[in-house]
């Protein structure tokens, strides 16, 4: 029987025939509520007791045994014809919780989020459909029935940016359709509903401005101003300001074109992104010439202000090429030592800060400059005055938590909470885009995160393609195409890696293709029909884009490491070349190099002295490399230890989740393991 669970409104369950399933009390319902927010993954015992009671009365005596009553007729009830004593296949017990195994199309809210992105990658009249269809599945506030639970208050709040930026981006593809008038009513809803979100004001005067009320569309932006103003203290963005100016100049863009595509590139990027045809390439080299130059006239040599120009420039330089990354990295931390000599932490923080680049692989490029950048951001955050802007004080934490990463310090994690915390109280979309780079770093707790990182993606990429952050936008984008590849779902990685190279290809971020490139060697290595040596030419051709890259984070070993894992994932010894350099990961070669060369005793022997992996994107392929050693050597303590670290990731692929490499289900290595340990000792 086909079980189906609605999300998006109060939390309901359907059986095959369309049926709402009873669900007896509101702690039974609460049960189901919370296995649905952790997606698949085991909620333990202890912490849905904690749940379940949180913030009102002391749980009880026997509130495990209360719980466990609570499963069993959740299962009576979801699985009404299961045999008594049979075990269950939808809410299942697993180590030391529940965890409910819904079918990825089972879960309304599941479908939303799958709906709306495969919608920017579809033309415009088969998007519009699919967004209508998916805005029609809420019933209501997701997990309305849940509204004052703390466990339920990210979800909640990530599904609702969701259908907003759902919302706003059908009402730019009717824009882009030509279907202005149809709309301006829920656009006037929307705005109404949510007057701080500037996009929605923006859509709403475009709308009536195409259905000729040019007066009703300026009268919009006025009250968009007007709120903004009085009730926030702060001017409108540069759209909607660059809007009204358009409107009242009666600029020729606005207007409807036929041809759904070229209107919604109008609708939708920005003048940047229309200077950058080769055609005008003279003229945009005379502006850039002459701004310069009237720069360095204007603006006296020793302006702090030049200063935070400058940070300004190399963050755009950063994401430009390898070249220029490089650049961005070496004059990074002259710009931080520049603004300290000064004696202004405020300006400090803010050349500190301001240097916002998206980071998407986990081991940092220069460990001494990123400790140098931590150890100025908390002596900056440690001489702040009190009444120092905190927004500025959530950028150094962002940077904290950035820089931070691959490192085992409890401070990473700390200063990305309170980076998130401040910007989502100060409601700023960029310094949360920032923060949530900063959040994504650090977590890596432990094995088996790809959902909880597949989460901070999609909120990533709401937000940014919602207020223009097109950099954090594609980050959002491969952050999921790494979650979805630990997940075994190719179908949706696909989709991100589209939609990454489609934003990338438009604003000119080079890099991009880096990361996609590698995911196609990865998407080979998982096709069942792929030859091995294929896709060893698929990852060597991969390989060729890091020469230059100016990633030396990603670049060392990472060849040898995709090639090891693809020779060990076929049964194949490691080779045994002795000029192959594994970088950083030479602990983990080491043991299977020696199994190669026949080296028993070598390998028991590296494997004493193997250090735990970094807490990282190839943490759980790190762990697979060593418990396959220690099973061919019969290291029992290894064995332990691997089995113990990849538990909590049995459901995905060893490292899939870097959206590089992969070794294959990570259960098959904890088969292996369990198989290996319950034999003699």
């Known amino acids: 029987m086909e079980i189906a669970f609605g999300v998006l409104g109060p939390v309901t369950a359907w059986d095959g025939a369309g049926d709402v399933i009873a669900l007896r009390g509101p702690r039974h319902r609460a049960v189901l509520a919370r296995l649905l927010v952790a997606r698949r993954r085991v909620v333990p015992v202890e912490r849905l007791v904690e749940d379940l009671w949180a913030g009102r009365e002391e749980p009880p005596a026997d509130a495990v045994g209360a719980v466990r009553t609570f499963v069993a007729a959740l299962r009576r009830a979801l699985e009404p014809e299961r045999p008594p004593r049979a075990p269950a296949r939808l809410l299942v017990t697993e180590g030391p919780g529940y965890a409910l195994r819904?079918?990825?199309?089972?879960?309304?809210?599941?479908?939303?989020?799958?709906?709306?992105?495969?919608?920017?990658?579809?033309?415009?009249?088969?998007?519009?459909?699919?967004?209508?269809?998916?805005?029609?599945?809420?019933?209501?506030?997701?997990?309305?029935?849940?509204?004052?639970?703390?466990?339920?208050?990210?979800?909640?709040?990530?599904?609702?940016?969701?259908?907003?930026?759902?919302?706003?981006?059908?009402?730019?593809?009717?824009?882009?359709?030509?279907r202005a008038a149809e709309a301006v009513p829920d656009l006037d809803a929307h705005a109404a509903e949510h007057p701080w979100r500037e996009n929605a004001w923006r859509l709403l005067a475009l709308a009536l401005y195409r259905t000729g009320r040019q007066g009703d569309a300026l009268a919009v932006l006025r009250r968009a101003r007007t709120l903004l103003v009085e009730q926030l203290g702060a001017d409108p963005g540069p759209a909607l300001r660059r809007l009204e100016s358009d409107i009242l100049a009666q600029a020729p863009h606005l207007d409807t074109r036929p041809g759904g595509s070229r209107v919604r590139a109008q609708v939708t990027s920005s003048p940047r992104e229309h200077s950058r045809s080769p055609a005008d390439s003279g003229p945009a080299e005379q502006v850039w010439a002459a701004a310069t130059a009237a720069y360095d006239r204007t603006v006296a040599a020793g302006a702090r202000v030049r200063l935070e120009s400058t940070v300004g420039l190399l963050r755009d330089l950063a994401v430009t090429g390898g070249g220029g990354l490089e650049a961005a990295r070496g004059h990074r931390l002259a710009a931080i030592a520049a603004a300290a000599e000064l004696g202004d932490p405020e300006l400090t923080a803010r050349v500190i800060g301001a240097y916002d680049v998206p980071a998407i692989w986990t081991r940092v490029?220069?460990?001494?400059?990123?400790?140098?950048?931590?150890?100025?951001?908390?002596?900056?955050?440690?001489?702040?005055?009190?009444?120092a802007h905190l927004a500025v004080r959530a950028r150094l934490l962002a940077t904290v938590a950035l820089e931070s990463r691959g490192t085992r310090s409890a401070r990473g994690p700390q200063a990305a909470r309170q980076a998130e915390d401040i910007a989502r109280r100060l409601n700023d979309p960029a310094l949360l885009a920032f923060a949530l780079n900063g959040v994504f770093m650090q977590t890596f707790q432990h094995a088996g995160l790809a959902p909880q990182r597949d989460g901070i993606g999609a909120e990533l990429v709401a937000l940014s393609a919602r207020h223009g952050l097109v950099t954090h936008e594609v980050l959002g984008h491969l952050v999921r195409l790494q979650a979805r590849s630990a997940l075994a779902d190719f179908a949706g990685a696909d989709l991100h890696v589209a939609a990454a190279e489609q934003l990338a290809e438009r604003h000119e971020l080079p890099l991009v293709g880096v990361f996609t490139q590698w995911y196609r060697a990865l998407r080979l290595a998982e096709t069942d029909s792929a030859r091995p040596e294929d896709v060893e030419v698929a990852y060597r051709d991969a390989a060729l884009l890091l020469d230059g890259a100016g990633m030396p984070g990603l670049e060392r070993g990472l060849l040898p490491l995709a090639l090891l894992c693809l020779r060990v994932r076929h049964g194949r010894p490691a080779r045994t070349d002795e000029h192959i350099d594994w970088g950083p990961y030479e602990p983990w070669a080491r043991p299977l190099v020696s199994l190669a060369q026949g080296r028993p005793d070598d390998a028991r022997a590296a494997l004493r002295s193997l250090p735990e992996p970094p807490r990282d994107l190839l943490y759980e392929a790190l762990w697979c490399l060593a418990a396959r050693a220690a099973i061919d050597v019969g290291d029992r303590d290894t064995m332990e230890r691997a089995r113990d670290e990849l538990a909590p990731a049995a459901a995905e692929l060893a490292g899939a989740g870097s959206g590089l490499i992969t070794l294959g289900p990570v259960a098959r290595y904890l088969d292996d393991l369990a198989g290996a340990l319950r034999g003699p000792r």
């Open 102 to 178: 819904a079918a990825p199309d089972a879960v309304d809210a599941w479908r939303f989020e799958r709906a709306v992105t495969a919608a920017g990658a579809l033309p415009e009249e088969r998007a519009l459909a699919h967004l209508e269809e998916a805005l029609g599945w809420w019933r209501g506030p997701a997990y309305a029935d849940f509204g004052a639970e703390t466990w339920a208050r990210t979800e909640r709040s990530r599904l609702a940016e969701l259908r907003l930026h759902a919302v706003e981006r059908r009402a730019e593809t009717q824009l882009a359709l030509g």
């Open 365 to 387: 490029d220069d460990p001494q400059l990123a400790a140098e950048t931590v150890a100025a951001a908390e002596r900056t955050l440690a001489v702040l005055p009190p009444d």
